[in-house]
């Protein structure tokens, strides 16, 4: 398969695996027309302040001697919690609006609004409650349900560790806001069309 786009009148020789996955990242990240800056940057760093949490679980679990059962739970844990939040990406992006080509039976149709307006405001306030509770309660020095937190929590383990954890895990306390922020952003944009 050759490109005939060549200058000289010369077949361009196929893109390569590098130029595919360029291509491949602008397309899913490109935001769609009228989309503001401010929400692209909002759904932009919502991956971004998962990544710490994500990438902290992982030494964490292997370095302290964990079952295999708990560390590809903790694995899959991390690529699942970026793969989710990578979602908040879809609001700004064409394949938030326009079903993408590998879904059968949907590919190029208009995405409803609703569909994604309706579960991403649900996941926002969630994350957001999740998470405000989770740190009101890990400030306290107890766990959610109220009862004191283990002498193995990484909060209870001296400074150097709280501080790590604190590096790591705060930065979810924006994901619900930002992710709210974006939907808001969406859905004034799909409204005016």
Do not use: N
């Not at 602008?26 to 710490?52: K, M, Q, S």
């Not at 302290?64 to 560390?71: A, L, Y």
């Not at 694995?75 to 699942?80: E, F």
């Amino acid at each position: 398969m050759t490109d005939k786009h060549s200058s000289d009148g010369i077949a361009a020789p196929p893109p390569s695996r590098a130029g595919q996955l360029q291509a491949t990242w602008r397309t899913a990240h490109t935001p769609v027309a009228g989309v503001p800056r401010w929400a692209r940057i909002a759904a932009y760093a919502v991956p971004f302040v998962v990544l710490p949490s994500s990438l902290w679980r992982l030494p964490a679990t292997f370095l302290h001697g964990s079952g295999p059962g708990v560390k590809v739970y903790v694995v899959c844990l991390s690529i699942v919690a970026e793969l989710v939040a990578f979602t908040a990406v879809g609001l700004v992006a064409p394949w938030g609006e326009r079903f993408p080509r590998w879904v059968p039976w949907l590919r190029g149709r208009s995405v409803p609004p609703l569909v994604v307006i309706i579960p991403a405001t649900a996941a926002a306030t969630v994350l957001t409650v999740l998470w405000t509770t989770a740190f009101v309660a890990i400030f306290r020095g107890v766990t959610v349900g109220g009862t004191p937190a283990r002498s193995d929590f990484p909060t209870q383990q001296g400074v150097g560790s709280a501080t790590v954890f604190y590096i790591c895990y705060l930065p979810l306390l924006l994901w619900g806001p930002l992710l709210a922020v974006v939907t808001y952003a969406y859905q004034r944009r799909r409204r005016q069309r």
